[in-house]
Structures are given as C-alpha cells and as structure tokens.
C-alpha cells in the first residue's frame, strides 16, 4: 500500500461535524418525508449547500471554474425509503469527509476516474437498487455544470431511471430552520455586528477602502466567524451607485458617503447588515432624505411578527415610501432569505419585494430568517443610502437582529 493510501484511508482527525448525529437525523427525515409527497425515490445532491445540510460536508474547493480533467464529483444520494445517505467523492478528499461529516457509507470514485464518474455513481445506486423510480437533480444550482449534469442524466436513464428537476424540494425543507439551526443565526448576529463596528471604527479620510474590509474580516475572524459567501462590499464616494462593486485601494475623502455591507457567519448561516457612514457632514437634502428613509425601520419593528403576511408587510412598506415621496428615488426595497450559503453567494431562495406581484398566501414563517434593504440614490448623484437589515422569527417573537443605528453615521 502506497503511503498516501494510508494516509486517506486510515488517518483518523478530530471530527468537526458542526451538528449532532440527532440533528441530521432529524433533517434527513424531513426531507424523505418532502421526497413523498413530492414522488421523488431518489435525490443525487450536488449544491454544496444541500450537501452541508444533510452532512456537515464542507470543502475550500468545488471545483466551480475547474480544468475539465477535474470536474465537480462530490454528491450526496438520498433515497426516500432509506433512513442513509451514500456519500460519493474522491478518495483526496477522504480525510476531509471524516473530519466534516457523520456519513456511515462513503464510495470513492476509482482511481481511473478520480475527479469523479457518472457511470460509477449509477452502477453503485443500480446495484443498491436507487435507481427504479424518479431520480430528482438539482438543475438550478451551479454545481455540477451543463456538460456533467448531462452525463449524470444520461447515466441514470441508461440504468432505468427518470430525471426530472427537484431543486426546490430541498431549497424548501431549508428554508424552516430547527432550533440548532436558529441558535447558529444568533451567533451570526453576533459577529456581523462585531464587524460592523470594526469598520466604524477604521473609516476615515485618506483610508482605503481596502483596509476597512480587513479590519473588519479580522475583528470577525477573532469572535469565531468564518469566510462569508460572498466578497463583501466597502464602498466609497459616487462608487456607492454601485452596490455590487469591490473594496480597492481607493482612499475616502471628507464629505463622502460610506456603504458596508457584510454578513457574520457561524457553522455556514449567514447573517446580512448593512449601513451607511459619512466622513463628514453631508448637505441638509442628504440628511433629510437619510432620515426619512431611516425611520421606515421604526414602522417595521412595530409590524413585525411571526406569521406575518408578506403582503402586508410590502403594502405598509410601499405606502411608507410613497407618502415620503421616496419610492421613485429607490433602487431596490426589499429582501431574501438568510441560511446556509457558500461562496459565490449568500441570496437565499425566497425573495420578497413591494415592487412584485402580491402573494396573499405566504408569510414570514416561525423559524426562518430574512434580510432586508433599503436602497436610495442621493441627489447630485452623490451616491447611495444603503441599509440591510435581518429579521428573525422565533416561535413567539420577531426581532431586528443589529446594533447600530439606521441614520447615515457621520465619521468625524
């Protein structure tokens, strides 16, 4: 035997599954039981986020961008009568799978193919006998792409299954969250407001934009947060009429707004906030209009609530906005669901914005998180008012999640 052979197949680290054997149990269940009704026999889980939430897998490379000798390989079969899962990956990352996850059945693609094989996926689930009814792939998720989605469905039709689109199912059995699930978004509460107020602290005139994005990455890293799904924005000057722009080596001024936009993480569960600084004052027709916008986050405390209407909550929100004649200044007023995420993204499934067609029959459910965004163009093209905000809704209670104030915060 090879060394490394006995190192992947015998070296036994610290498990650091992120939650108990009980609490996948419990989600596994969930989701078989969402796999009947929905007529699925079969799920083949290729989303990194749907293969940390029945596992705790979780992994630095996904092969997202990769050389097409290297293609995305790791999976997670779920069958609707069987309370396992079968987790496939290459026999490189066999350590990795014992430290992040509980997973009993592990098949290691062959060494021929060690970046993965559809044909060895389907003729390990043909022999188990997974293969006999509707198999349910994730067509919406990124991973795997078009050329190894098509090789997969191949294979498994070859075998005698039928395909057909499932991300939703999963996409819905996250979107309530458990208990554990719950504390872990607190967590992520914590740490978010402790970036934020580490960039509070950095933002001044003649610092680069660079240098509050890591001072802030820092301060969360040190309170036990983890790497965020995605880059997050600090922005300077007119640059904050583009909210999806990157931190760069640009120095702020005096008289510039600031926008931060970040999200605290624990064990994968994103919590979003956002805020507005100014180095300096800004003129009266900022200021009034920043403030106006700031006390639209008064209205929401006072309707929020579990089990709260979306429809309600857009229609008071929309009424706000027009009646302080802000509505035509917006750029986008709303917000999306907040879990698990992985890099490129941290948008959630479930949308919501007064702008869409109403939704009579959906509400802010106990047990699931939102953020939401209150974006508007200042005058003179001077820039953004930009503030996210997350909501958590418990069994009895609803509550804003950050610490900071709603106003433009003037930096002296």
């Not at 889980?45 to 961008?65: F, H, I, K």
């Not at 990455?217 to 722009?245: D, Q, W």
């Not at 200042?378 to 809704?393: A, C, K, V």
């Amino acid at each position: 035997m090879e060394y490394r052979d006995d190192v992947y197949f015998h070296s036994q680290p610290e498990n650091e599954a992120p939650f108990s054997a009980e609490e996948f149990a419990s989600r596994l269940q969930r989701l078989r039981h969402r796999m009947a009704s929905a007529k699925i026999d079969m799920l083949y889980l290729m989303a990194p986020e749907s293969m940390y939430y029945l596992s705790g897998y979780q992994a630095e490379w996904y092969q997202a961008q990769s050389p097409q000798q290297w293609p995305a390989s790791s999976a997670i079969a779920v069958h609707v009568d069987h309370d396992r899962y079968i987790l496939f990956d290459s026999e490189r990352e066999a350590v990795l799978g014992r430290v992040f996850t509980r997973a009993q059945d592990v098949r290691y693609f062959p060494r021929s193919a060690l970046r993965g094989s559809a044909e060895f996926a389907a003729s390990e689930l043909k022999r188990e006998g997974w293969l006999n009814g509707t198999v349910g792939m994730e067509f919406w998720s990124y991973r795997p792409n078009r050329p190894i989605s098509h090789r997969l469905e191949d294979a498994f039709v070859a075998a005698g299954a039928r395909v057909s689109d499932a991300t939703q199912l999963l996409r819905d059995v996250r979107h309530v969250k458990s208990p554990a699930e719950m504390e872990c978004l607190k967590e992520a509460a914590r740490i978010a407001n402790i970036g934020m107020a580490a960039a509070k602290a950095t933002i001044g005139a003649g610092v680069t934009e660079l240098e509050v994005y890591g001072e802030m990455v820092r301060a969360m890293a040190r309170a036990g947060g983890e790497n965020p799904g995605i880059t997050m924005p600090v922005l300077s000057g007119t640059k904050t009429n583009a909210l999806h722009g990157l931190a760069t080596r640009r120095r702020m001024k005096h008289g510039e707004l600031v926008l931060v936009d970040l999200a605290g993480v624990f064990k994968r569960y994103h919590i979003n906030i956002a805020r507005t600084f100014s180095i300096g004052e800004q003129p009266v027709e900022v200021r009034d209009l920043t403030t106006q916008a700031a006390r639209s986050m008064e209205l929401i405390r006072g309707i929020l609530r579990p089990g709260l209407p979306v429809s309600e909550f857009n229609a008071a929100v929309l009424e706000y906005f027009r009646g302080a004649q802000l509505w035509e200044r917006r750029g986008w007023v709303g917000g999306y669901e907040m879990g698990i995420a992985f890099p490129p993204d941290w948008v959630g499934n479930f949308v919501f914005d007064p702008a869409s067609e109403p939704d009579t029959t959906r509400t802010f459910e106990p047990f699931t998180a939102v953020n939401y965004e209150n974006q508007f163009f200042m005058p003179d093209h001077r820039g953004q008012y930009f503030t996210i905000e997350s909501f958590l809704f418990e069994e009895d209670k609803a509550s804003m999640v950050s610490d900071q104030p709603f106003d433009v915060m003037v930096i002296d």
